[in-house]
């Protein structure tokens, strides 16, 4: 084990590392760490030390040791089938093979794309257990190749939360009937679901 070296200057500490205290039955002292400063998988040991004022003889020591956590890794996306077109045809995403300690499990997942901005990523499936999604996706850009970027992201139950990606060529449709057909479809199936919710809603109410 080693220890860290000026801990105060060297960015870990937000808070001072030393308070005078008022003798009561009870004080709060809190150690406020700068994120991203621990190493994931690393234990630390912090101790804490009491004494009077101007003694160095009369002391109080404690202790604690945490271990920081690391985020799942080693996982794949796969994303088929490898070429398609836009609007059109179905594309499945499907992350797995990720490993985490057992009691950092389950594990909850979210998959989306995105075409040049990663920073910008269309999310096809929200946060939670399921590690796949059929879904029709829009078109990459041709000067690139119509490739589209696949990301899967994984969080275990402490927010840790790791990623990989996986490319696919997403086409421009090729008939555009076909895409106005489809649109239509999905069109017409929006008030028929909004109508049938209400009279659900309305069924109960009653």
């Known amino acids: ?3 860290i070296s000026n801990f105060a200057a060297s960015g870990y ?4 590392l030393s308070k005078p205290l008022p003798v009561s039955a009870s004080n709060i002292y809190q150690l406020s760490i700068a ?3 621990l190493v994931a998988g690393l234990s630390y040991t912090f101790q804490l030390t009491v004494q009077y004022t101007g003694s160095t003889q009369a002391q109080s020591v404690s202790s604690v040791t945490v271990v920081v956590n690391e985020p799942p890794e080693g ?15 179905d594309f499945t995403l499907i992350t797995s093979q990720w490993l985490d300690d057992a009691a950092d499990l389950p594990l909850q997942y979210v998959l989306a794309t995105y075409v040049l ?6 999310t096809v499936k929200a946060l939670d257990k399921v590690p796949y999604v059929t ?11 119509y490739v589209v970027t696949g990301v899967a992201a994984a969080m275990d139950v402490y927010g840790s939360t790791a990623n990989t990606t996986s ?3 997403v086409k421009q449709p ?9 649109t239509k479809a999905s069109l017409d199936v929006a008030p028929v679901s909004y109508t049938h919710l209400r009279a659900h809603e309305t069924g109960r109410n009653l």
Not at 13 to 16: C, D, E, H, I, S
Not at 75 to 89: E, K, M, N, Q, R
């Open 1 to 3: 084990s080693s220890s």
């Open 174 to 182: 090729a008939n555009t009937q076909t895409v106005a057909t489809v």
């Open 167 to 169: 490319t696919v060529v």
């Open 117 to 122: 901005d990663s920073a910008r990523l269309n």
């Open 13 to 16: 500490a937000l808070t001072p």
């Open 35 to 37: 994120p991203n400063k």
């Open 135 to 145: 879904t029709k996706l829009g078109q990459g850009l041709e000067a690139g190749g």
């Open 75 to 89: 996982g794949v996306l796969v994303i088929t089938p490898s070429v398609g077109f836009a609007l059109t045809d």
